[in-house]
């Protein structure tokens, strides 16, 4: 176990990227210390540990910064190798597989659906659902078994995690469907599978906050991107 000094995570409540971390550390089970951030009036911690991005997550190890969620996980994979849950097949191939379809979740995917969510322009929005749903549906093909992991949840079901609680929230703010369990009934189900392990579901943000946080994000990106 790692003691509270050696592992430390900055994060914000509401971030789909700051979670992947959270449930990473949780099924390692390492010990942490969580360092609550404000993204709209940030800390001087955040921007010494970040000072290039200045985002959250960072996670700090023996008083060095690691910064970017995926490379996090990768780095949580690479230093806590002895820990039983693994994150990462040992195949290169496999492993470049799923770096690459968590790449495309969070360039595709998540991008589509927030600006979705945020878009009120019927055109514009359909444009956004109709691309975050074709995306999807390519995801969804890659799914084979229980978790993208295999048995267990890995690299990829973390970073597509958002999908089976921010997405709902996103789709609920953004009067929208994307994951409709008739299109999609495979990763419907790994949804609910994911959110049902002890180890997510126990880290979850309330949901009703969610609503008010990203209904105001949405009215404020709205106005401000003209959309
Ligand atoms: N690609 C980054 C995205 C991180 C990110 O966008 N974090 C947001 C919070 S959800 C943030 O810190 N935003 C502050 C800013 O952009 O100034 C990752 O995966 O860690």
């Not at 921007?47 to 996670?59: E, G």
């Not at 995690?161 to 929230?169: C, D, E, K, Q």
């Not at 953004?174 to 994911?194: C, H, N, T």
């Amino acid at each position: 176990m790692e003691s509270d000094q050696e592992l430390k995570l900055v994060g914000f409540w509401p971030s789909p990227f700051v979670i992947r971390v959270k449930w990473a550390l949780e099924l390692k089970g390492l010990n942490y210390t969580y360092i609550e951030d404000d993204i709209f009036n940030k800390s001087p911690l955040l921007l010494q540990l970040n000072p290039v991005q200045q985002r959250v997550p960072v996670l700090v190890h023996l008083n060095k910064p690691i910064p970017e969620s995926p490379i996090i996980l990768q780095y949580i994979h690479d230093t806590w190798t002895d820990h039983n849950h693994t994150l990462l097949p040992s195949d290169p191939h496999l492993k470049a597989h799923a770096r690459f379809w968590a790449t495309v979740g969070d360039h595709k995917l998540l991008e589509y659906a927030w600006m979705a969510m945020i878009c009120s322009k019927g055109e514009e929005k359909e444009g956004y659902v109709q691309s975050a749903i074709e995306v999807l549906g390519l995801i969804q093909e890659e799914l084979k078994n229980d978790f993208f992991g295999g048995e267990s949840i890995g690299y990829l079901d973390l970073v597509l995690g958002w999908i089976s609680y921010w997405l709902p929230v996103w789709e609920e703010v953004g009067s929208m469907k994307i994951l409709d369990e008739a299109q999609f009934p495979v990763i419907y189900l790994w949804a609910k599978r994911f959110m049902d392990h002890p180890k997510i579901e126990a880290h979850l943000p309330p949901r009703d906050q969610m609503l008010v946080y990203f209904e105001k994000r949405r009215i404020q990106l709205k106005l401000a991107w003209n959309k």
